[in-house]
């Protein structure tokens, strides 16, 4: 998978492209990600990528032809991309949308700043995308939040834990199990029995009943959701 992603903050993606599971995918080749600023391409000599707002209000609007151009020049070549733009309003960004997006060979995520983009950028844009009901300052943090949501989708990104999830309740929405390590007992509080068994198929019995008894507890509506699209098996519905 391809990621192309606009801002005028490039910066603020340097850690986390150089850091951690998304790190190494990008530094062995797995996935390609390249950061451009917008105001590289801007014809001005001030490099202007702002404006202030037709019709007045608060902030500045970033303007449409800086991000047209870095569309125009980015898509010259190769597969079209599917293009996301992070809004606060947008589709709420879920791990469904995670999985769907994951299957898209090339992506490009245009990152607002400001009060946001100019409307007319929207004509380039295939889904506008929210990370949740709150006003940040820009695009950037959640087009990483969704970066690292997708990509560690991409096979081989997880390496040797991927098969471990082939089933994994994380990727069907569900909320994951309780998780402990050694030591066995600390401050009184014990690690369940089952999970000292050895016994792997109740292990994964019980972590299962967890995880679904969680996700019944806290987020109903995904169990409901599910159930519509006939994704809980049957003795999970029991
Ligand atoms: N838009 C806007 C806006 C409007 C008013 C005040 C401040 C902003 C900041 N902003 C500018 C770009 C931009 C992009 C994405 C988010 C964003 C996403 C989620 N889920 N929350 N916030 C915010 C963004």
């Not at 983009?117 to 300052?137: A, F, M, P, Q, W």
């Not at 998780?179 to 009184?188: L, M």
């Amino acid at each position: 998978m391809r990621i192309d992603v606009l801002t005028v903050l490039p910066g603020l993606f340097d850690c986390f492209l150089k850091e951690g599971v998304i790190g190494k995918a990008i530094s062995s080749g797995k996935v390609e990600v390249k950061v451009h600023n917008i105001r590289d391409f801007t014809t001005d000599k001030h490099r202007v990528v702002d404006d202030v707002p037709y019709g007045g209000g608060p902030g500045m609007v970033l303007k449409p032809e800086p991000i047209f151009r870095a569309y125009d020049e980015l898509t010259k070549e190769g597969e079209k991309p599917y293009v996301l733009l992070t809004e606060p309003w947008g589709e709420k960004f879920n791990q469904e949308m995670a999985v769907e997006l994951s299957k898209k060979p090339r992506l490009m995520i245009i990152c607002g700043r400001y009060e946001g983009v100019d409307e007319r950028v929207k004509s380039l844009v295939d889904r506008e995308v929210s990370i949740g009901d709150y006003v940040l300052t820009g695009g950037e943090l959640p087009a990483m939040v969704i970066m690292d949501a997708v990509l560690r989708l991409i096979p081989g990104v997880l390496g040797n834990l991927e098969s471990l999830r082939a089933d994994s309740f994380s990727d069907r929405g569900l909320l994951g199990y309780p998780n402990y390590t050694r030591p066995a007992e600390f401050r009184g509080m014990k690690v369940p029995e089952v999970l000292l068994s050895g016994h792997h198929k109740k292990i994964e019995s019980w972590r299962k009943e967890q995880s679904l008894r969680k996700t019944l507890e806290r987020r109903p509506e995904i169990i409901e959701n599910l159930k519509r699209k006939g994704l809980l098996t049957k003795e999970e519905l029991e």
